[in-house]
């Protein structure tokens, strides 16, 4: 069956820009979380949804990131006024639930370059 | 708060050398633990989990131990092959309100060569 799936795999983007990067989850899959993963680093979190609400977004590094999933389904992570430390892998990953460790499920990742 | 540290790498095995991952972590209440993989070019994948004390999680050939008076997770693989050559993070989980986030190591690169 269909993984998850994120686009664009690549963006390079001019210091300053607006950005969005979408994640599409499992069908099915409730809970979604975002990552990001700096060069020779883990993956951080960023923010979970639980259906359509942020249930935590306590990993957020400040207020140019923003993350909606209108729909329990898709969802967008938005960054304003890109800055060159944003430079990372952003990966999405779902989940059955959010409430137990189900296993959760990762993407490929969006390379996110700003120049 | 949570972290979890793991060796350094770059890790080199010659193919059936045995393996080992040292991973401790710091955590309240009672975390779960994992192992994920990263091969070249693809996605994190799950490896293997333990969610309580003296549990053993295994997969491919991979084990860890949940050692709570070590506070230790150490990745193991008696025989590896060139195939396991990957980056392996050890992560933790413990469950709050936040529902399930995950607080990964840096991650150690192992190459296998013949």
């Known amino acids: 069956g269909a993984g998850v799936s994120q686009t664009p795999s690549n963006k390079v983007t001019e210091k300053g820009k607006y950005v969005e990067l979408r994640c599409d989850p499992i069908?099915?899959?409730?809970?979604l979380y975002w990552y990001r993963q700096s060069l020779g680093q883990g993956p951080e979190f960023l923010i979970y949804?639980?259906?359509?609400?942020?249930?935590?977004d306590s990993g957020l590094p400040n207020d140019r990131f923003f993350a909606v999933r209108p729909e329990g389904s898709v969802s967008t992570l938005k960054i304003q006024r890109t800055e060159r430390g944003d430079s990372a892998v952003y990966l999405c990953?779902?989940?059955?639930?959010?409430?137990?460790?189900?296993?959760?499920?990762f993407g490929p990742g969006t390379r996110l370059t700003v120049t | 708060g949570n972290s979890v540290t793991q060796m350094e790498g770059p890790v080199t095995l010659s193919e059936e050398a045995f393996l080992t991952i040292n991973c401790t972590y710091t955590?309240?209440?009672?975390?779960?633990l994992f192992w994920y993989v990263q091969y070249p070019g693809e996605g994190l994948q799950l490896l293997l989990k333990?969610?309580?004390?003296?549990d053993k999680g295994s997969n491919k050939g991979f084990e860890a131990t949940y050692r709570k008076e070590t506070t230790s997770f150490h990745l193991e693989k008696g025989s590896v092959q060139v195939s396991d050559s990957a980056v392996y993070f050890c992560?933790?989980?413990?469950?709050?309100?936040?529902?399930?986030?995950?607080?990964f190591g840096t991650g150690t690169q192992l190459k296998v060569e013949l």
């Open positions: 990953a779902s989940s059955f639930q959010g409430g137990s460790p189900y296993e959760q499920y």
């Open positions: 992560a933790l989980t413990a469950l709050t309100g936040g529902g399930n986030k995950l607080t």
């Open positions: 949804f639980q259906g359509t609400g942020a249930a935590d």
């Open positions: 069908s099915g899959h409730t809970a």
């Open positions: 333990a969610t309580k004390a003296d």
């Open positions: 955590a309240t209440g009672y975390p779960s």
